[in-house]
């Protein structure tokens, strides 16, 4: 380079060039006001720098310099090394490389919004005879003034009559899946206004599902599988086919958002066996067949079955959690295996898992060194659809081990009265050896199921399982906690002895444990109706929420919500997922008909009976007041901020606007605007000890793309904007809509608090909306806000600005006076106010 520099950026060019802009001749962060201002480009073609036009100020550490898509630089920022307390650069400039100097652009009239690997976009320019370049170029992504992530690739084209026929990257390791600005260059160097083109591989039908197991019920059997690579598109349904022999049966789909990987198909015969396949379906198709499941005989009393397992170990920690790979299911039951070894002689307190299934302990004993081993167990419940965390806890830091085993076909009572019987034994061997728990008593009944189990505290030996059992999980060979389990089915009077392989020296402990089977269980059912529907009304619509059956032992897939005007049924709305929602807003309602609603729920099984009706509702236009969007920021030293809506903002919605500002001449906000030329009235307004002014602006919403909000202030300040937009208020000129406000300021002195602008006179009707507002200078402060309050903006902790809006529907008579918590920072200045606006 011309110029030595660190903390500089170097930023890719629409034509390959590079651009090296900023940086400082020393390595200190905290260096904002000085630094090398010329830039200089890089060009690989003859391996040379150029230097070329300064900028007006350093931009150094902290800085960014991102290529825009007009083929500019926008260079901004630098400084703040540690926080928002150092000083830093507010400004940015934008830098023309010498390339937008050459003459006019060529242009783009169309292009593709995607594109797949290897395939052909198809370009429309009236430059086409002139191009002599096509560049892709990834979006920035800067921080600390680096962007790691920058991607330019060259691509191959032919041009003809209006346009380009240009070939996209052939794999991703050339150009990673992605959004890029794609470039023309004519002939003279000069890039087109950039295109954005997602780059993706092509959408194709999913892979085959893996890992299908089936385990039998009554009339039924309850499949799992893994779900397959998505071809590049959601997967939207499985469907499940059983055989018997090499004849299909009548498929099961399995639909939902994303459909689930585990169902209950009924309707099968006592007796026979049957095995399963599984396809995938995305947008682009239906998979090939998966490899079919084992056989199963579904039986009135099914044989307890294995179904999956996970296993883990962890050195001197509290605790450890591992998940098992695929969806739990209804009806099944966990168990849990825990080693737990330091020298403290610590113990396993507690297993949970993050779906709030309930465990117990059955089994509890120590080895000579101390090596704990103990056995938790839990009927699946509120886990059934998902594959939730299972944590076992320890007493102190510690080795632990876990090796979590799903089974069907076991009882699913809650305690421990689960077990029939059950031995254990510790002891030491000085070689491979094997080693037993030593014999139950007598099983007390049949087609019950034996689990061994097996723990040391870590030997580094690769364990082995006894003969007659079938191994399940094996955490072995480690040097924390070596585990294993396996089981057996086992007949009335049996006195089973598990035993394992130890691979060498160990001190060790086994247990076998006996678990009952599930009594003869009736064939799944469709599920029962809903319960508690409610509704309530909204614009040409009503949400309608209810609580979902019983299943009928099959998960349950979908809801079907209809309307009734009397007696007369109306267009139902289906609502899927896994688990399906227990809510969901039915549009197309005439406002002014009163309606009411059933609804009924569908499992593999089939649709269950309706629920009870709900209450009447009649929809309306004027609906309850309800948030809509909102925007927020702040900036330091300035006489006007804005920010801007990610939304159009909708016409007779409301637009509330908190401001606040502090400065040492004492400055207040003077105006509030916005792009659509609203008219904003203030209607509340507070000032603080240290001057800090919050005041509160509100307008009707003329109707607009996403909106720029402005404040500003009679002097230099720092300024926070908090912008909302509300639905169904009142649209009443000026004060007009607000019903009644309070507001507040104080202190407080380091101590975590709670501070409310103090109640507002009683309200005046129901369904107006008590909207809450707090600021302060910039405390660096977490705030919290009241917890029977929504809050839809939450700007802290920082140093120059801190605000929070929340917001409720309040009924009449009432004085609200939302709290918000400082946090436990510094000692603070701080303000509120109450506006309660009239609702529409």
């Not at 883990?312 to 509290?318: A, C, I, L, Q």
């Not at 019983?550 to 998960?555: H, I, K, L, M, Y």
């Not at 549009?587 to 499992?603: K, Q, R």
């Amino acid at each position: 380079m011309k110029q030595a520099r660190v903390y500089h950026t170097l930023t890719m060019l629409a034509d390959g060039k590079v651009l090296a802009v900023g940086g400082s001749s020393t390595t200190d962060q905290g260096v904002v006001t000085t630094g090398v201002l010329p830039a200089e480009i890089w060009d690989p073609a003859t391996q040379t720098w150029t230097q070329v036009a300064g900028m007006d100020v350093s931009r150094n550490y902290h800085s960014t310099a991102l290529l825009m898509p007009d083929g500019r630089v926008l260079v901004a920022g630098g400084g703040h090394p540690f926080g928002l307390n150092n000083p830093g650069q507010y400004s940015a400039q934008y830098y023309s490389p010498p390339y937008l100097s050459n003459g006019a652009r060529p242009t783009i009239t169309s292009a593709p919004a995607s594109a797949t690997y290897g395939s052909t976009l198809s370009v429309s320019t009236p430059d086409a005879a002139s191009i002599s370049g096509v560049n892709l170029v990834s979006l920035g992504a800067d921080t600390h003034q680096l962007d790691m992530n920058q991607h330019f690739v060259p691509l191959s084209f032919t041009a003809h009559s209006g346009g380009l026929s240009i070939t996209a990257p052939s794999a991703a390791e050339l150009a990673p899946p992605g959004y890029y600005m794609l470039f023309i260059l004519n002939d003279k160097g000069v890039p087109s206004t950039a295109q954005i083109v997602r780059l993706a591989k092509a959408i194709t039908a999913p892979a085959a599902p893996g890992s299908v197991n089936a385990s039998p019920g009554n009339a039924s059997a309850t499949v799992s599988w893994s779900a397959p690579s998505d071809g590049g598109s959601p997967i939207t349904s499985y469907t499940l086919t059983p055989f018997i022999g090499g004849t299909a049966q009548p498929s099961t789909t399995v639909s939902g958002n994303p459909p689930a990987t585990s169902t209950t198909v009924g309707g099968l015969t006592n007796g026979t066996a049957y095995t399963f396949t599984v396809k995938a379906t995305n947008a682009a198709g239906t998979s090939p067949a998966s490899v079919p499941s084992g056989g199963v005989t579904p039986s009135a009393t099914p044989a307890p079955a294995f179904v999956q397992q996970a296993g883990g170990h962890v050195t001197h920690t509290g605790s450890l959690a591992v998940s098992l790979p695929t969806a739990l299911r209804t009806g099944d039951r966990l168990v849990v295996e825990v080693g737990v070894w330091n020298s403290a002689n610590g113990t396993a307190t507690g297993v949970s898992d993050s779906a709030g299934d309930s465990f117990v302990e059955v089994s509890h004993g120590k080895a000579s060194d101390g090596t704990e081993l103990s056995v938790w167990t839990a009927p699946v419940t509120a886990g059934a659809g998902q594959s939730p965390a299972i944590t076992a806890t320890a007493s102190g830091a510690a080795d632990i081990g876990v090796a979590a085993s799903e089974y069907s076909g076991l009882s699913t009572v809650a305690d421990a009265s689960v077990v029939d019987t059950q031995a254990s034994a510790t002891g030491s061997v000085s070689a491979g050896s094997t080693v037993s728990s030593g014999a139950t008593p007598a099983v007390t009944a049949g087609n019950e199921l034996a689990v061994g189990f097996y723990a040391d505290s870590g030997f580094g030996h690769a364990l082995s399982g006894g003969t007659g059992w079938s191994a399940r999980a094996n955490v072995s060979p480690n040097g924390d906690m070596d585990l294993l389990t396996e089981d057996q089915p086992v007949g009335s009077g049996a006195t089973p002895a598990a035993t394992a392989g130890t691979g060498g020296n160990a001190i060790w402990r086994m247990a076998t444990v006996v678990f009952k089977s599930a009594a003869g269980a009736p064939p799944p059912t469709t599920p029962a109706a809903p319960t508690g529907v409610n509704a309530a009304p909204g614009n040409g619509s009503a949400t309608v929420s209810w609580t979902a059956p019983a299943s009928g032992g099959s998960p349950i897939t979908s809801y079907t919500v209809t309307p009734y005007v009397g007696g007369t049924a109306q267009a139902p709305t289906l609502v899927g997922g896994n688990p399906p929602a227990t809510s969901v807003a039915v549009a197309g309602l005439t406002n002014g008909t009163a309606y009411t609603f059933t609804v009924s729920a569908t499992n593999a099984i089939g649709t269950g009976p309706a629920s009870a009706a709900s209450g009447a509702v009649t929809p309306t236009s004027s609906p309850p007041p309800a948030f809509v969007q909102q925007a927020s920021g702040f900036v330091a030293s300035t006489t006007s901020f804005a920010v801007s809506t990610t939304g159009g903002t909708t016409p007779g919605d409301r637009l509330v606007v908190e401001v606040a500002e502090w400065g040492g001449a004492g400055p207040t906000t003077s105006g509030v605007t916005d792009s659509a030329g609203d008219v904003f009235t203030r209607v509340a307004s507070v000032t603080g000890s240290d001057r800090t002014q919050l005041s509160v602006w509100t307008a009707v919403a003329s109707g607009s793309t996403p909106v720029t909000v402005t404040a500003t202030t009679t002097a230099s300040a720092d300024i926070g904007i908090a912008v909302t937009e509300y639905a169904g208020l009142s649209t009443a000129a000026g004060t007009g809509a607000v019903d009644q406000s309070a507001q507040a300021t104080g202190g407080t002195t380091g101590s975590p608090a709670t501070v409310t602008s103090g109640p507002t006179p009683a309200t005046t009707a129901g369904g107006n909306l008590a909207i809450g507002f707090y600021a302060d200078s910039g405390f660096v402060n977490a705030l919290t806000g009241d917890p029977a309050y929504a809050v839809r903006i939450n700007q802290s902790p920082n140093g120059l600005m801190e605000l929070l809006v929340q917001d409720k529907v309040v009924p009449a008579g009432s004085t609200p006076a939302p709290g918000t918590g400082t946090g436990s920072g510094g000692s603070t200045v701080w303000l509120a106010a109450t506006v309660v606006f009239k609702h529409g």
